[in-house]
């Protein structure tokens, strides 16, 4: 099964030097026992686009379309053998990064 474990960040809370190698010791921790897939911060809503083009509209409006101080920062995609193992890494994932995450399967 396939999951995702997005990172939840605010603006004022940004990693430092020490929680990116506790972050590069789950990602090798996660690579070694086979539930790598892959994983990446992204920037801030700030940087954010949303982009609407049903009906052929291509409407483009900078920000995010969530109005809110919590924002997803970064994210693993994973793979593990049921829920209780993808919820197990999301506990230390969220350790790791010293960060809410939230846990989600990929619809199938």
């Known amino acids: 099964m396939r999951f995702l474990?997005?990172?939840?960040?605010?603006i004022t809370n940004s990693a430092d030097a020490d929680e990116m190698s506790t972050i590069d010791a789950f990602n090798d921790s996660l690579v070694a026992n086979g539930h790598w897939i892959m994983a990446a911060g992204i920037t801030g809503p700030e940087s954010a686009l949303v982009i609407d083009n049903r009906e052929n509209k291509s409407t483009i409006t900078p920000g995010?379309?969530?109005?809110?101080?919590?924002?997803?920062s970064g994210f693993w995609l994973i793979e593990a053998e049921n829920l209780e193992t993808a919820k197990?890494?999301?506990?230390?994932g969220s350790k790791a990064c010293n960060r809410k995450v939230e846990l989600r399967p990929f619809i199938r």
């Open 5 to 10: 474990i997005a990172v939840i960040d605010t």
């Open 64 to 72: 995010s379309v969530f109005d809110s101080i919590e924002y997803m």
């Open 88 to 92: 197990r890494l999301a506990v230390e």
